[in-house]
């Protein structure tokens, strides 16, 4: 084998050992509980609350839930990656909805959720399929602290904010959902690069916001390889069914304005660490070298025929699902299945220590 052939094997060799090895134990200091903002990548009920029909509280979702089938609002086969972070810090194995009425204060203490499936950075997002808009996240989380601090003492709920880990992930309805979708109208109202700007600057002032109330460990979440989602390659069909190059463009630009910003946050606030996840890589090792994660199909999503179901459309009378969710990437159209959300939460843990994060 030649030595490029070698390097490239053992680079292989040691993404797969990182994103595969389950991480176990406590951080080096110990985290208090994890909170979460985004969208339906990370989810865990809040849209079951609201009246919107972007929905996942039904089957086939949640088919692979710990202790049985439950349909919890989570978009997906099983967990999201919040919930797997949670479980390997020694947490909850389930970080709660805060909209959630079964769960209370002493349940969010360790562990909360404020994202909402279909939202983005872009307010006009969330007003498509009228989720919550990530402004009232922050809302909620300045009210949480607020019960945090009635039902812990200021000392101690500024302990739990302050050690507590973060988890932001959003911004691919912006592009799939708003822009490229046509409809709000951002598409007459800037170019590409001059959306990206915008959602930049929109995350830059949610990174500031989410500080300036206490966060101080975060991870902030890039695009996913957006133009290989299931969904995007079947409204592909003319050009033969496969990634869409031009979004997997957008992703990788507008990626790397956000780890930009990110240097500059850590530049310009000493105390605020923050660690950008590369979510993009991860996703292009799984479609080109999927053996190597016993990965079978990275077209098509588990439920129903793969090619453009999610919500309503992926469910339990919908023909053709997958047996087995561990040999696909994507659960239905848009969302990963539970595998490839642990490895995900594993690559953001690795990142989070080699960042000190944690």
């Known amino acids: 084998m030649a030595p490029s052939s070698h390097r490239a094997a053992a680079l292989l060799l040691l993404v797969v050992v990182a994103t595969t090895t389950p991480i176990s134990g ?38 692979d839930m710990p202790g049985g089938p439950r349909a919890t609002g989570r ?46 950075i872009d307010n006009a997002t969330a007003d498509v399929l009228s989720v919550i808009p990530l402004w009232k996240e922050v809302e909620y989380y300045a009210e949480y602290q607020r019960r945090l601090r009635a039902h812990a003492g200021a000392t101690r709920a500024r302990a739990i904010v302050r050690g507590a880990l973060h988890v932001v992930s959003i911004g691919t309805n912006d592009f799939l959902e708003n822009y490229f979708l046509l409809a709000t109208g951002r598409f007459a109202q800037f170019t590409v690069p001059e959306f990206e ?15 300036r109330l206490g966060a101080r460990r975060v991870t902030f979440a890039g695009l996913a390889a957006i133009g290989c989602l299931p969904l995007e390659r079947t409204t592909n069909v ?32 000493p105390r605020l660490k923050i660690a950008y996840i590369s979510v993009y890589e991860n996703f292009v090792k799984l479609i080109t070298n999927p053996e190597m994660f016993g990965i079978e199909n990275v077209e098509e999503g588990c439920c129903a025929t793969g090619k453009f179901e999610m919500g309503y459309l992926c469910n339990a009378d919908a023909p053709l699902t997958c047996d087995d969710a561990d040999k696909y990437l994507f659960w239905d159209a848009f969302h990963p299945t539970e595998k490839v959300n642990r490895l995900m939460a594993n690559h953001t843990l690795e990142l989070c220590y080699q960042q000190g994060v944690l």
């Open 75 to 120: 978009f997906g086969n099983g967990r999201l990656p919040p919930d797997l972070i949670s479980e390997a810090l020694g947490l909850p194995p389930l970080v709660p909805a805060y909209l959630d009425p079964a769960y209370g204060i002493q349940d969010f203490a360790r562990g909360v959720c404020f994202a909402s499936a279909g939202t983005g």
């Open 238 to 269: 003319l050009r033969g069914g496969g990634c869409v190059e031009e979004y997997n463009e957008v992703a990788r630009s507008y990626n790397a304005k956000v780890e930009a910003m990110v240097r500059e946050l850590r530049a310009e606030f």
């Open 26 to 63: 406590a951080a080096p200091r110990r985290v208090p509980a994890v909170i979460v903002f985004g969208d339906s990548t990370v989810d865990t009920g809040n849209n079951n609350q609201i009246p919107t029909p972007l929905r996942a509280d039904f089957p086939p979702y949640g088919r």
């Open 197 to 211: 700007d915008f959602l930049v600057a929109g995350a830059r002032s949610f990174l500031t916001a989410i500080h």
